[in-house]
DNA sequence: TTAGTTAGTTACTTTATGTAAGTAATTATA
DNA sequence: TATAATTACTTACATAAAGTAACTAACTAA
């Protein structure tokens, strides 16, 4: 059949980007660091399913993981350079949003 | 907690995003128009599951099926307006992996 | 008549995600 | 001193989504 070869780069980012909740925590991310109740809050997502994507991210060197030894104990995510190089994308997906999706799409 | 609302326009838009495949899906269509076998040998994808995408696509009115009753028929997938539209924030991911993954990640 | 092609569907298995309760470290309250 | 509260998780179990492989329908070609 037509073997259009995908560039593995960009496989790699969609399956980084596809993964359920990703892009919604970078989107809440862009907007400064948050703590992880915040982020389970403010979003429908677990904590364990927070938990686990932010290890994930973690280890790309999207996400940066920061303790505070203050009393409660506050640990703070934040973007790196490359998790902050993805706003565009983030800006193209609200533009499209905007255009074509209707209000109250249930 | 810190409740920041995300835009309901922007979630949908995530959600639908987000689906497993439905990026490469959409970057293949960028080039044109393609048959379900041409889609399914392309990537990795099963053919349970494309065609499950391509109809939550064209519900969105994201994607088009057109048939042609040739022999064996022909079945083609293309983009719509709307689908079309998707093309900048397929070129952000495309710039951001360029920029940001290693060649020969894994 | 048997095999081949395209575009799927169906039944079943594996993986991912959701739910709810539990843990560790610390401080506040009764 | 015991109990409760807070944050940032983890664990065990249930449900939903995706993968696998075989099957179907409509048609043609050998």
Redesign the interface.
Same mark, same amino acid.
């Given at each position: 059949?037509? #073997? &259009? *070869?995908?560039? @593995? +780069?960009?496989? $790699?980012?969609?399956g980084i980007? &596809? #993964? +359920? !909740?990703?892009?919604?925590i970078l989107? #809440?991310l862009l &907007?400064g660091p =948050?703590?992880f109740?915040?982020l /389970? &809050?403010?979003?429908g997502i677990s904590g364990r399913v927070l938990s686990e994507r932010l290890k994930d991210l973690e280890n790309l060197d999207i996400v940066k993981r920061e303790v505070f030894p203050e009393t409660p104990v506050r640990i703070e995510y934040s973007l790196t350079e =490359?998790g902050k190089?993805?706003q @565009? *994308?983030i800006k193209? *997906? /609200? $533009? !499209?949003? #905007?255009? !074509?999706?209707p *209000?109250? @799409?249930n």
């Open positions: 059949m037509n #073997q &259009s *070869i995908i560039c @593995p +780069r960009f496989e $790699k980012a969609m980007l &596809s #993964q +359920r !909740w990703t892009g919604l989107y #809440q &907007s =948050k703590r109740c915040a /389970e &809050s403010s979003m =490359k190089a993805l @565009p *994308i193209e *997906i /609200e $533009k !499209w949003s #905007q255009t !074509w999706l *209000i109250e @799409p």
